[in-house]
Nanobody
Framework: QVRVVESGGGFVQTGGSLQLSCVAS????????MEWYRQAAGKQRELVASVSSGGTAHVADAVKGRFTVSRDDSQNTMYLYMTNLTPEDTGSYSC??????????????????WGQGTHVAVSS
């Protein structure tokens, strides 16, 4: 069974840094796009960053210059390194991965798998 789990959230002061991790595990044939989303209280979920299987990375304008996304395919892991955090970065950060699972040794169709999220709180 495929799982996606985020970690690395926490409480920091303004100007601080955090690194989030998103690990996919289970019987995996392949992983295409991996994405980070965040949702603040009372706001809609927004795409923060993405990285393709080829390593092409994008970050949202709101975090450009402060956040860096990367992945390690040997570990089925995506990272989000966040610097110069502000209270506006507070929220639940979730990972979505486009994964083809192995089912009885055969690659299944590609599905979007979501993690449960990890919370980031930035104090002023």
């Amino acid at each position: 069974q495929v799982r996606v789990v985020e970690s690395g959230g926490g409480f920091v002061q303004t100007g601080g840094s955090l690194q989030l991790s998103c690990v996919a595990s289970g019987d995996i044939f392949g992983i295409k796009e991996m994405e980070w989303y965040r949702q603040a209280a009372g706001k809609q979920r927004e795409l923060v960053a993405s990285v393709s299987s080829g390593g092409t990375a994008h970050v949202a304008d709101a975090v450009k210059g402060r956040f860096t996304v990367s992945r390690d395919d040997s570990q089925n892991t995506m990272y989000l390194y966040m610097t110069n955090l502000t209270p506006e970065d507070t929220g639940s950060y979730s990972c979505k991965a486009q994964i083809s699972a192995l089912v009885r040794g055969v690659a299944a169709r590609w599905w979007d798998y979501w993690g449960q999220g990890t919370h980031v709180a930035v104090s002023s």
